[in-house]
DNA sequence: GTCTTCTTGCAACATTGTAGCATTAGGCCT
DNA sequence: AGGCCTAATGCTACAATGTTGCAAGAAGAC
């Protein structure tokens, strides 16, 4: 499960690539017990294809622009599904809305960039989040989330266009 | 509607405090050249005094019971104008809504605790968020959001009534 | 091919936040 | 103290993001 390469970078891919996270998915949703439907695969795909963590709405575009036309609720639901299961990361992007990210191994975090001007979130590797010590009595820890805020290169660049917030 | 518990702490405070910390909240909503509305006035004080950031819905909740009615909007626009002129800080909660806290240094940060059980967050003192190192080129970090997820010492202690997720 | 039950799709609703605009009131000036 | 100007307020409407309930459809076991 651990590949070589960075796991989130859009590198250049084969029809043989296509074809093992086709499989991998499949297999993937079938070994949680769950039925193999277009919805889940479909998304499941595009997480762990993708090179940041999306937002419903931007899953749900990219998955109309591919011809498989969705409901709201029902992405909603397949990506619960998706998070519940292990195979999805839901992570609060700056805005109200959620982002997912695929998940390759359990064990990897990382932190987050988001950009304030462009709202979008890029994943930080090899920046885990340090494990709290100075807790107060009581208190027990699962995860720890680290959000970068600041401007990414593409805004920091100039006037390009920006969708505003 | 809100928390089952109190809003924020109410300490044992003498009418003393009550005054200097009315006073101290008028000349510094002043002092940035805002009008001293009993909106602004009451939010401040609120959040000054809070032991641990407040939702929107908890501070409506407490202007409410404080005999204090308010519109939804105009506590927006408070809360809004009060973190414009950084004397408030919006952090993100775990949940879709925001949640605030009063600032007394501006350079001061620290890290929040969020329960993933009652939804409760608390501040994390001495516990700064390492800014980061490893970035991309070109981009640029302007503050470092660091959220601990887990549980909370009461709902930890066991079955108190929680309110779930 | 049939059957069971998990998923989907629809409609309705909930929560959180914003926009526009007429009205109120803070605070300066006289 | 009274008047005036304009920042704040309080509506009402609307937008964005999720959630719930339920009938209809499809995945996969037999």
């Known amino acids: ?39 889940r695969l479909a998304v499941l795909e595009m997480l762990q294809h993708g090179s ?23 992405l909603y639901r397949a990506l619960d599904w998706l998070v519940e299961q292990g195979l999805a990361r839901r992570i609060a992007g700056g805005e109200r809305a959620w982002r997912f990210e695929g998940v390759r191994d359990a064990a990897h975090r990382h932190a987050h960039f988001h950009c304030d001007r462009c709202g979008q979130v ?3 590797e090899g920046l885990e989040p340090a494990p709290a010590t100075a807790l107060p009595n009581g208190f027990q820890v699962e995860r720890a989330e680290l959000v970068l805020h600041g401007q990414c290169a593409t805004c920091g660049r100039g006037d390009e266009e920006v969708r505003p917030r």
Chains 1, 2 share one sequence.
């Not at 499960?1 to 086709?22: G, I, K, N």
């Not at 709405?57 to 036309?69: K, M, R, T, W």
């Open 52 to 74: 940041h963590p999306l937002s419903h709405d931007e899953i749900g575009d990219a998955l109309a622009s591919a011809g498989v036309a969705h409901d709201r609720v029902t």
């Open 122 to 124: 890029v994943c930080l």
């Open 1 to 39: 499960m651990a590949s070589p390469q960075p796991p989130y970078r859009a590198s250049a891919r084969s029809a043989d690539d296509d074809v093992l996270r086709h499989v991998s998915a499949r297999e993937r949703i079938a070994a949680r017990g769950g039925r193999v439907t277009r919805t």
